[in-house]
Each structure stands twice: as C-alpha cells, then as structure tokens.
C-alpha cells in the first residue's frame, strides 16, 4: 500500500511569510506526527494529531501549528517565517492501539523548506 | 530529563567488516527503544525496535541491537557491512503511552569503504 505522502517536497519562502504542509498517512493509520530535522537540533518532535486531536506537544513556539482531518490527513503551518525555520519537516504515522502507541513510526520523505 | 546520545558522530567501516553502533538512553520509565536508517533525501525507516522480552532483537537488512537495561544502552549491530548500508542511523527511545513522541539520538553517520 502507498506509504507516507508528503507536499510539497521543496519550497522556498522568505522571512516573515508563513508556510502550510501537507501529510497523508498511510491508509488505516489514525495517528500523524511532525518533526523537525536540522543539522544543528536533529530530530524534534513537534506535535502528534490522533482522530483530529492534538495529543502531544513539543517545544516550540506557537507560531508552529498543525491539525488533523476526519480522513487523518494533517497540515501543518508556520507563520512568520525565520531563518531558523529552515530544515527538513518529516511527517510520520502510526497506528495506535487504544490509548497507547507502539512508537512504529512510518516516515514520509519530508518537505524540505528553506527561508530566505 | 529523558536524552539518547549517540557517541559517533561519523563512523568509517570497510565493506564486508561488522559494525556496531552505540546508543545510550536516560529515560525514567520503561522505554520502548528504536532504531530508524535514513539514506540521503529519504525520510526515515524503521530497523528494529524493542518493546520488552527477549533483550537481543532482530530486525530487517540483517541489523540486530541487544538491549542492556544496566548499562542503559541499545547498541545496533551487522556482521558484515555492505556498500548500501552507508546511510544516517538514529537511536530513538519512546514513552510507553505518549504515542509518536519520540526522543531521537543525534545519528551517527556510516560510510562503507570499498
């Protein structure tokens, strides 16, 4: 089956602009992650949206949002693009058991955003 | 506070020689413990993973990691490295009921001589 789709792969923006990106599971997967890859931070989680709930945050600004829809496809936005905002954002999904999450991520290839 | 530390940054291995890559973790609960490979542009697949039981795993592409609760360490390992195994390899530990949010090591990067 399709695995983790991600749009757009690469985009360009410039700083104070924002920016929305977009995350389709793999069918029957309810839970979507975000993450962040830089050279400088790695990997950071972001946020993990399950049935159209955000269920973990992690440690960033506001400026950075997401949601889920009922068919579990998310986006995410970042408004007021900085230069630090460039990096890799990798989406994932999963499928949770209950409550509980086996940690079994499947990765999209990422959107590649840079800021100029 | 909950960390991965993956020692080597940049690890150089001939090909057809074994390979093991460290990984440490500080985590207050039980962890459930990862290992994931990215190739260059490519997102993130998953190698192995430990949830509990046996403490040596085994995984795809010929990958094994030992689980050692007393050492805190959840090292991977090949007997023998080939060519398309040169890749970023990260550690990652998750909490038992916080479902995506991983905690990932830094990678450590593998080239393969020929």
């Known amino acids: 089956k399709a695995g983790v789709t991600q749009t757009p792969r690469y985009l360009i923006k410039t700083r104070g602009q924002q920016v929305t990106l977009s995350c389709s599971p793999i069918?029957?997967?309810?839970?979507v992650s975000w993450y962040q890859q830089t050279p400088g931070q790695g990997l950071q989680f972001l946020f993990e949206?399950?049935?159209?709930?955000?269920?973990n945050k992690g440690n960033f600004p506001g400026r950075f949002s997401g949601r889920q829809f009922s068919n579990s496809r998310s986006e995410m936005n970042v408004s007021t693009l900085e230069l630090g905002d460039s990096a890799l954002y990798l989406c994932?999904?999963?499928?949770?058991?209950?409550?509980?999450?086996?940690?079994?991520?499947?990765f999209g290839e990422g959107s590649r955003l840079t800021v100029l | 506070a909950q960390s991965v530390t993956q020692p080597d940054i940049h690890i150089t291995v001939s090909e057809g020689a074994s390979l093991e890559l460290r990984c440490n973790y500080s985590?207050?609960?039980?962890?459930?413990l990862f290992w994931y490979v990215q190739s260059p542009g490519q997102g993130l697949q998953l190698l192995l993973k430990?949830?509990?039981?046996?403490?040596l795993v085994q995984g795809i592409k010929g990958f094994e990691a030992e689980f050692k609760r007393s050492q805190s360490s959840f090292n991977l390992r090949k007997p023998s490295v080939h060519w398309s195994d040169a890749a970023e390899y990260f550690c990652?530990?998750?909490?038992?009921?916080?479902?995506?949010?991983?905690?990932f090591g830094q990678g450590t990067e593998l080239s393969v001589k020929p």
């Open positions: 985590y207050g609960a039980t962890p459930y």
């Open positions: 990652a530990v998750g909490p038992y009921n916080q479902g995506g949010k991983l905690i």
């Open positions: 430990y949830f509990s039981g046996d403490t």
């Open positions: 949206y399950f049935s159209e709930t955000q269920r």
């Open positions: 994932a999904s999963s499928t949770p058991t209950g409550r509980l999450n086996t940690g079994e991520l499947f």
């Open positions: 069918s029957g997967h309810r839970s």
